[in-house]
């Protein structure tokens, strides 16, 4: 080979070299942005989600206080204890100051309907603060504030009704946050123009007089600040638990059981695991026996429903036989729920024809075969005890005079219900309705004070308090 031909040999290599260079770095180059890309879109996607999940929490929880919003008004309405009417007043503010918080965070523009929509939260929770202090310094409401109270409550049922319209889109996925941006706007506007039409007290909140309420929540609230009164005092082993647990059953045996520890703050309960055959592995049974006492406090069986076949008259039925099975006397039916293709029973104990809140049971039954899948006796555990009730040192008359005279009473009884500091008030029970709607007004039967109402809500489904 000439000296010649060696240099063009060497120049076509370093050529060829020079090009797989420039390809090698391209390619380097390119997976390099695929990379960053790829990353880039995980971050968007991880943003989306986290937006979303802000979003739905927000939204839900909006929907939440407005539904209180629009329940406390009610009681308020039927309450004719001034006292109890600044404690729903000043949950109303409450409601309505969280209510306004989540609705700032949803992705909807910042248009006049949702500025609308916000003044009416804002109007709402301070008319009721100051209505709130108002009562708490004496003085009773007027006409006027009467009127415009029963205005805003209105429109909340009209806000409620809407927004559960699109909490309902929202959870079925027909309606994704990206529509809510446009869909939304559009119902805040229509559902705000009611709001331009109410004519708002004038009122201020100066929140640095803010009083100290003492609040009655709802009766299983009062539950976790209790020591146990209705067990024994004798503690049991852990395989005592076990014997009980199958005997509550009324198993003779179980291929498996399972114990699952010592857990529970007021009550400790031994907890077993029990699938009573081996070949349906599907079907376990989870029940907690008390350590003191040996008490069933509550019991789950996870078997699956199918379609109803029985109604909740039977399930009751079999709920009250399970009952007195159990040991359960003088148990009444209260609320119920139907769920699942179950019903959910809630039995009070009755003593000399006075009904005893706190001693509750929850019985669920499956609407299948009528069988007893659930069992909760913790509330009964908590307050059962030996009650010397007294006799009313108000007649029944005397009480109807410390009830609306709008609340149109349908029963009345004697009750005995839990208050949120954990103590229990002789009280009179009227059930009734106003305004279309159920309520149940307590008027303590020595004192004559209001001491809680709530509102019973009736549907397909069961009947409800809250």
Known sequence: MSILGGYKELRERLKSVRLWS????????????????????????????YLTNMWHRAFFDMVGYVQNIQALLSKAEVSGDDRQRAVLYTEVWRNAFAAQENLSQLPIENNVALE????????VGDLSFSLSK???????ETLLQQKQLKKLRAYADKLSNNLNELAIEISQGRLRWGEVRVVGTSRFRRIAQNVTSSRMLAVEAGFKDYPTLIYDGPFSDHISRQT??????????????????????NFKRADIVNYLGLSGDR?????????????????????????????VIWMIDNRASSSPKIGVAKAKENAKKFLIEKGFANMIDTFYLKQDNT???NYIYQQNGVKIYPDMVKVRVALDTGQIVGFDATAYYMSHTSRKIPKPAISERQARNFISKNFDVQSVSLAIIPLDSGKEVFTYEFLGKYDGKYFADYINAITGKEENILEIIKDPNGILSM
């Open 116 to 123: 609308r929509t916000a003044k009416y939260l804002t109007q």
């Open 343 to 345: 019903a959910l029973i």
């Open 22 to 49: 420039v390809m090698a770095v391209t390619l380097g180059i390119l997976v390099i942005v695929a990379l960053w890309g790829v990353n880039q879109y995980k971050g968007k996607a991880n943003y989306h989600n």
């Open 267 to 295: 009550i400790k309960v031994y907890t077993f695991e029990i699938i009573p055959d081996r070949r349906i592995r599907d079907r376990t049974i989870t029940i907690a026996i008390s350590k003191k006492g040996g008490k």
């Open 228 to 249: 146990p009164k209705g067990l024994p005092e004798k503690l049991i082993s852990k395989e005592q638990a076990k014997k009980i647990a199958l005997n509550f059953l």
């Open 134 to 140: 108002q009562l708490m310094s004496g003085k009773k």
